[in-house]
């Protein structure tokens, strides 16, 4: 059974920090992983998509990786700002007879303070 | 295009009501799921579809139904609310494409007394 961890689970930076978010997965068979931003008591936003052929995917100042040998995809994010505090959650995709359902982290908390 | 909208956005209920969640979406995705996220935790999937006329369970469909009569919409529905079924629900859809991207809805806040 795929699990998917999330460290840390909070974060507290100050503004124009970068920052890395880390995501871990048990089963490297995965089609691909997104990442998401959720903003407290709304919905789900995607960041960015990256296939399991892919390295990485760029978005602005967000930058996410993988590295599925290892089990392992990182959310880089550059000159933080206070606009950036929400909760960021990773979620891994098996593909196949799956149906492009989702396991998913609990989500890191980051806080970016002025 | 609206995307994936959901009503209502919170409810209150009583051990034992019932009530049916509503998930619609305009962008024509074949696939449709059912997510649930309790406080502090990730999203947990209670049913999926991958085309009207079929449906199958996720992780956690216990105390669930779900039917899917049209491309567009995807109702859960909740038979004898229990405390247990307090979370935020989620409704999603995508498309069957080489990068299979969700989308989400807003959510349903629900509390079960």
């Known amino acids: 059974k795929q699990e998917v961890t999330q460290i840390p689970a909070a974060l507290s930076v100050p503004e124009g920090e970068n920052l890395v978010l880390n995501c871990s997965f048990t089963?490297?068979?995965?089609?691909?992983l997104q990442w998401f931003r959720q903003d407290p008591g709304k919905g789900l936003t995607s960041l960015l998509l990256i296939q399991s052929s892919q390295r990485e995917q760029t978005s602005g100042r967000l930058n996410a990786s993988l590295d599925k040998s290892s089990g392992r995809s990182t959310l880089y994010i550059a000159a933080s700002q206070p606009g950036d505090s929400a909760t960021y959650l990773c979620?891994?995709?098996?593909?196949?007879?799956?149906?492009?359902?989702?396991?998913f982290g609990q989500g890191t908390i980051l806080t970016v303070h002025p | 295009n609206a995307g994936v909208t959901q009503t209502p956005k919170f409810r209150i209920l009583k051990i034992g009501q019932s009530m049916t969640l509503q998930c619609t979406q305009d962008m024509n995705h074949n696939y449709m799921y059912w997510y649930r996220q309790d406080p502090g935790m990730g999203l947990k999937l209670i049913y999926y579809?991958?085309?009207?006329?079929?449906?199958d369970k996720g992780e956690v469909p216990n105390g669930y139904n779900v039917s899917r009569s049209t491309t567009e919409d995807f109702p859960l529905r909740l038979e004898l609310a229990a405390p247990s079924q307090t979370s935020v629900y989620f409704c999603?859809?995508?498309?069957?494409?080489?990068?299979?991207?969700?989308?989400f809805g807003p959510g349903t806040r629900l509390t079960v007394l």
């Open positions: 089963d490297s068979a995965i089609y691909n």
């Open positions: 979620a891994v995709n098996a593909g196949g007879t799956s149906y492009g359902k989702l396991t």
């Open positions: 579809s991958v085309g009207a006329g079929i449906t």
């Open positions: 999603a859809s995508s498309y069957v494409s080489l990068y299979n991207e969700q989308f």
